[in-house]
Structures are given as C-alpha cells and as structure tokens.
C-alpha cells in the first residue's frame, strides 16, 4: 500500500490525479477506485492511501482510501484554475484567546 496527496479531482468528470509520497510519477485516480461510503470524491491535498496497478494507459490508484486526518488544519492554496498544477498545502494558525483585560472605556458625558 503506498500512501500520497490528490493534486486534483474533477467531481463532474469523476477522475483526478494523486501524487505519490514516493516521488514517482502522478498516478490517474477513477472514482470507482475510491473506498468510501455514498458520494465518492478527493479533494485537492487530501492525503490518501492507495495500490499502484498498470493500466492501459499507465499506472493508475486502485483501492484509495482518504487518511483520516486529527485537524483540518490545512488549507489548500492555488493561484489558477489550471488543474495541472499542483495545489500548495498552508498550515494556518490557531488563534488562542488573549488573557489580557479588555481596556476598560471611560464614560462621556455630554
């Protein structure tokens, strides 16, 4: 089982491409490969695991399952529309409550 990231996914076409963590070439993902209950789509920088096999017109993902990830702190960035490029992954921060004291407002009387 080899593990990668969705570069793209297009639901109306039903097909995208993985990258694989290996390095290799980009490998055609069909939605009828994907294991997963109801609706079956990839988003882009989703994290999937996945078997390479050779197709007719080279290797395809076969049996992809999406890594359950803890946080969905990650959002995917993309400067086009161009499904060809890959999608850049940005961890954005967690904003934690400040301890200070609000300032307190002083009362204008008129």
């Known amino acids: 089982m080899s593990t990668g990231q969705v570069k793209w996914f297009n639901n109306a076409k039903g097909f995208g491409f993985i990258l694989p963590d290996d390095g290799g070439a980009d490998l055609f993902a069909h939605y009828s490969a994907i294991s997963m209950d ?13 078997d390479a ?3 007719p017109k080279g290797l395809h993902a076969a049996n992809i399952r999406a890594v359950d990830s803890a946080s969905d702190d990650h959002v995917v960035l993309s400067d086009s529309n ?5 999608a850049e992954i940005v961890e954005t921060p967690t904003a934690e409550p400040a301890n200070e ?5 002083e009362e204008v009387t008129a």
């Open 38 to 50: 109801g609706y079956k789509t990839l988003k882009a920088g989703q994290l999937v695991t996945f």
């Open 53 to 55: 096999v050779d197709g």
């Open 82 to 86: 161009d499904e060809t490029e890959a």
């Open 101 to 105: 004291p609000a300032e307190e407002l």
